[in-house]
């Protein structure tokens, strides 16, 4: 998987993802989310989907009880299922694919550098973000602040977004800095590798196509 172009990657990710939206019953569902699991299983990332099940999981639920609520077991199964598989496939999709590889595919593929450039620039920060919340967490809990998410907490709060709201600042003038003195604004970018589709990978999305396409006709009756 490393290995393909990625327009290659995007396209396989898009064919997935119109996929799951269009599977119109909850068995099909089961069925792709155990597919989705054996994907996971080659790629060696199920302990990772396991650990972000935690987050999804929340999600799932919600979705399940108030589709429950307002028609039916079956709707209720088939949106929690649909929501699952769309996590999953969106999961893989960015723990296969670097921040680089995503922006130089869009670039190839004629989107403006300054939009693949916030798109993959947010793919970066939103895990460097992550860890400076838990540090500001660790940090403001060993000066005996309490920030568990209960309602008795919440003017707590103001200890940990303080402080992150300062830190995002720092981090967006060193961004803005380092962007003017590599000058963001020229033009005649190049690319730092050398991207080409392949045969076998004109193949593999003409496949894929052809899969889509013969399920959405299956699934039309």
Not at 84 to 91: A, E, G, Y
Not at 137 to 163: H, K
Request: a positive charge.
């Amino acid at each position: 998987m490393r290995s393909l172009d990625p327009r290659t990657k995007l396209f396989l990710g898009a064919s997935a993802v119109a996929l799951v939206l269009f599977t119109d019953t909850a068995l099909l569902h089961g069925v792709e989310a155990g597919l989705l699991f054996v994907s996971l299983w080659v790629f060696g990332k199920i302990d990772e989907w396991l650990r972000g099940l935690r987050l999804m999981a929340p999600m799932t639920v919600l979705v399940f009880v108030i589709t429950l609520i307002s028609f039916d077991l079956e709707n209720a199964l088939l949106a929690s299922l649909r929501l699952l598989n769309l996590l999953t496939v969106s999961f893989i999709f960015f723990r296969t694919m670097t921040p680089e590889e995503l922006g130089d595919g869009l670039r190839k593929m004629g989107i403006p550098y300054q939009f693949s450039f916030i798109l993959t620039t947010s793919m970066r920060y939103v895990p460097l973000i992550g860890r400076r919340i838990r540090l500001i967490v660790e940090a403001q809990t060993s000066r005996g602040i309490d920030l568990r998410f209960r309602i008795r907490n919440a003017g707590n709060f103001m200890a940990l977004l303080m402080p992150l709201l300062v830190q995002s600042f720092l981090l967006a003038e060193e961004l803005a800095m380092a962007m003017e003195s590599r000058g963001f604004g020229l033009k005649g970018r190049s690319f730092r590798k050398t991207y080409r589709i392949t045969a076998g990978e004109y193949v593999l999305m003409l496949f894929c196509l052809a899969l889509l396409i013969g399920f959405l006709w299956w699934q039309r009756g």
